[in-house]
């Protein structure tokens, strides 16, 4: 199945790219993606204990399974204000 | 009343103070956040916003959500910039009514606080010499 993934701030300088269509095996967990993710970037390895993680715009569980046309975001903590 | 906006374009306060004020609050409190001369040290010359707009909308309008539940809210405007903010420029306006003060006061911190906490907003400073990602957990 396809799955989106965006990535922003400082993620997105490491990954050199915003956003990213990937083909997945169906049922896969969020943190399997994170994992083969974070594998084929591994200049994001130590920031992973900080990374947050969001599934169509929402925070989520990391045990979350992924379904057909779900967009991941992958970003470093929030600054705004 | 409730107006949760992003935006590139500056942040006309006067206008929003007037936006839907009402008799029955007895305070508007207004919090400014402002792009500040010195950071961690170094000289900044600007600050660019990057936002992941439709999950900061979302994450926006829940707080208003929370405070609403928690305080005796009447008017709740959030307005959060993006882009490139110069020094002294508003980055962020919190507005609050409230028939009492106390509301108000805690109110506008709580959704300041979240703000710095859930809302996909990065800021990169720029100084003399380069710039950086700030991270606010860090």
């Not at chain 2, 439709?54 to 008017?75: C, P, Q, T, V, Y």
Request: proline share 2%; aromatic share 8%; hydrophobic share 35%.
């Amino acid at each position: 199945m396809r799955i989106k993934i965006k990535v922003f701030a400082s993620v997105r300088d490491i990954c050199g790219f915003n956003e990213k269509e990937l083909i997945v095996s169906d049922s896969i967990k969020l943190n399997e993606v994170i994992d083969l993710f974070i594998k084929s970037n591994q200049a994001l390895s130590e920031k992973k204990e900080t990374l947050l993680i969001a599934v169509n715009e929402e925070y989520c569980r990391m045990d979350r399974t992924l379904e057909e046309g779900d967009t991941l975001a992958i970003f470093p903590p929030v600054s705004g204000g | 009343m409730r107006l949760i906006l992003t935006q590139k374009e500056k942040i006309d306060t006067g206008k929003i103070l007037n936006g839907g004020a009402s008799y029955s609050d007895g305070s508007d409190l207004i919090f400014i956040g402002k792009v500040r001369d010195i950071s961690r040290g170094k000289k900044v010359t600007h600050i660019d916003y990057e936002i992941y707009n439709e999950m900061a909308l979302k994450e926006l309008n829940r707080i208003a959500d929370e405070a609403s539940l928690n305080h005796e809210l009447n008017r709740i405007i959030i307005i959060h910039r993006y882009g490139r903010v110069l020094l002294g420029e508003t980055s962020i306006v919190i507005l609050v009514s409230s028939p009492h003060r106390d509301s108000s006061y805690q109110a506008s911190r709580y959704i300041i606080d979240e703000i710095k906490k859930r809302v996909p907003v990065w800021k990169k400073e720029f100084y003399d010499d380069g710039s950086e990602w700030i991270s606010d957990r860090s």
